[in-house]
């Protein structure tokens, strides 16, 4: 199982830009997806969560700017950013907690996507 992620790019500030991931195959069971994002020299850090009970979680900074959402169906999660700043500057990644099996408990990481934004 992979996730795919999409919608990075360079973006002027206060611009928006939408981020999406799609897992490549059905999951037996996902508890949370979300996305997190890492800037040079520094720590990943959890942008934006969703839960299987459709509880939200933002980090400070990108709260009122940023929205999580997913297709339930399709296991494909979004997040729309918004008056974007340039310390939102980071390469982005998409996480998916749950189980692959009854058995087994998978974090599945996607490739990262940048985003850029220009002051």
């Known amino acids: 199982v992979q996730l795919q992620a999409s919608g990075g790019g360079l973006v002027q500030a206060g611009g928006s830009l939408r981020l999406s991931c799609a897992a490549s195959?059905?999951?037996?069971?996902?508890?949370?997806m979300g996305w997190y994002r890492q800037a040079p020299g520094k720590q990943r850090e959890m942008v934006a969560r969703l839960t299987e009970g459709r509880n939200t979680v933002y980090t400070d900074s990108v709260k009122g700017r940023f929205t999580i959402s997913r297709d339930y169906a399709k296991n494909t999660v979004f997040l729309q950013m918004n008056r974007l700043k340039p310390e939102d500057t980071a390469v982005y990644y998409c996480?998916?907690?749950?189980?692959?099996?009854?058995?087994?408990?998978?974090?599945?990481w996607g490739k990262g996507t940048q985003v850029t934004v220009s002051s």
């Open positions: 195959e059905t999951i037996f069971k996902v508890n949370a």
């Open positions: 996480k998916l907690e749950g189980f692959q099996d009854p058995w087994n408990a998978m974090d599945l």
